[in-house]
């Protein structure tokens, strides 16, 4: 971003590369990545009947090559000691010399994957009752600000002389050798249509982890990466840091439940014929053969990171074709989100899970957990003409707010949760008209 806010005849020469004072050319600080993948697919269908059922199914593989290239932006400062260095007086004029370094960093990588598929329908029933298998591998990739080295490094003498103190990097730095997070999914549902309006369906799954999602991991008393310590001068090679960057987590596996209904009311009488129901509730449960995370003040077991344990969903509607109401309600449970200080480094170093940090003095952090939260949405809409159509739409119409808590762990002598924060955004009411085009 270029900004010109406050500054009256810019020089553009200056915005990408500009003359500094010792006569030579140098790039202005910025951070850029591209990302280019290409892909090739392959696939089969097929159909069957064994035992006299009716099965069809295609299976595939898709290969994707993707290749990252971009720079960031990575800040050294040094703050060294003078002859005039006053102990007592720290940050006393002529005592210190600050010098501060913007320096490019190179990111490339490549990366090759081979993506097999199965899907299979059985129908037990023809046309009423069919059971579902599905198989694949599949990878996600990292977003760019988890790859891009970025942030600020200081290295103060001055903490030398300070007991267990060691420099320190603001912010998260990216990661530049971050692997794409990998899994093997299979589902397993079955699915009953008694009549035209209605569908009841009840699916299992499993999601094995080969390669962790990306976290924010906090390192203590460890040297930069070679690559954003390259050129930054000595204080930057051999100093230990305590710094937060972006690590490939724990693989775990997972498994859950879903069972959904959908159907109208046609059999109803008068205007309720035109009503109907849609429902939908999941509930899933981790598992990781590394990671074995626990309440550092009591020992309790915590569940597995950033995971809800259900959700739930289900919507009333009315539709005759000229005026339609529908009111949704949508509900995640609370989850657990991370021991403060939440992968931070330098603050409340704790022996914790992958990988284990010590530090002193020992003051262990409690669980933080996203509390549950359920929205009341509605919509009522007329349609006046076939193309023109009033409506008024509310949006959490219950006042639901959103909070983070340390739930049942450190709570105040009555059991009060110890409550972090709490947001409210607000009740949204919106009217309109919606014009289409013949």
């Not at 119409?397 to 607000?426: H, M, V």
């Amino acid at each position: 971003m270029f900004s010109l806010v406050g500054i009256p005849n810019a020089n553009f020469d200056c915005v990408k590369r500009c003359k500094a004072s010792d006569g030579k050319v140098y790039d202005q600080p910025y951070a850029q990545l591209k990302e280019r993948a290409s892909a090739f697919y392959l696939m089969g269908d097929f159909s069957a009947l064994p035992f006299g059922l009716e099965l069809d199914g295609n299976v595939g593989v898709r290969y994707v090559r993707t290749r990252v290239n971009g720079t960031g932006m990575m800040t050294f400062v040094a703050i060294t000691k003078t002859d005039a260095y006053d102990p007592l007086n720290r940050d006393a004029p002529g005592g210190i010399v600050t010098t501060r370094v913007s320096q490019a960093t190179r990111t490339d990588a490549e990366a090759s994957d081979i993506l097999p598929s199965l899907n299979l329908a059985l129908w037990l029933v023809p046309d009423q009752l069919v059971a579902r298998y599905s198989a694949a591998r599949t990878v996600a990739r990292p977003p760019v600000s988890r790859l891009l080295p970025s942030g600020v490094c200081t290295f103060d003498e001055r903490s030398e002389d300070d007991s267990e103190v060691f420099q320190k990097c603001s912010g998260t730095i990216g990661n530049p050798l971050l692997r794409a997070q990998q899994n093997v999914n299979q589902n397993l549902s079955l699915e009953y249509y008694p009549n035209r309006d209605t569908m009841f369906s009840a699916a299992v799954f499993r999601q094995r982890g080969k390669v962790g999602a990306a976290v924010p991991q906090g390192v203590s008393h460890v040297p930069l990466q070679a690559p954003l310590a390259a050129g930054a001068g000595a204080p930057f090679t051999d100093t230990l840091f305590d710094y937060s960057t972006w690590m490939n987590g724990a693989a775990s596996s997972r498994t859950g439940l879903e069972l959904g209904a959908k159907t109208a009311f046609t059999f109803l009488p008068s205007l309720l014929r035109h009503t109907g129901i849609d429902a939908n509730y999941s509930k899933q449960r981790s598992k990781s053969s590394t990671e074995n995370i626990v309440d550092l003040l009591t020992g309790a077991p915590l569940p597995p990171a950033r995971e809800s344990k259900y959700t739930y969903n289900w919507a009333l509607w009315y539709d005759d074709g000229k005026l339609a109401a529908r009111v949704a309600v949508q509900a995640v449970a609370a989850y657990f989100n991370c021991i403060a200080s939440c992968g931070a480094a330098g603050v409340n170093n704790y022996p914790n899970a992958a990988p284990v940090r010590t530090g002193f003095p020992y003051n262990p952090g409690s669980p933080n957990f996203k509390d549950g939260t359920r929205y009341v949405d509605a919509k009522l809409s007329y349609k006046w003409r076939p193309n023109i159509e009033f409506f008024i739409e509310g949006r959490n119409l219950a006042n639901a707010t959103t909070s983070n808590s340390q739930g049942r762990f450190a709570p105040f002598a009555d059991g009060t949760p110890n409550l972090l924060d709490f947001n409210y955004s607000g009740r949204r009411i919106m009217a309109g008209v919606t014009f289409r085009t013949m």
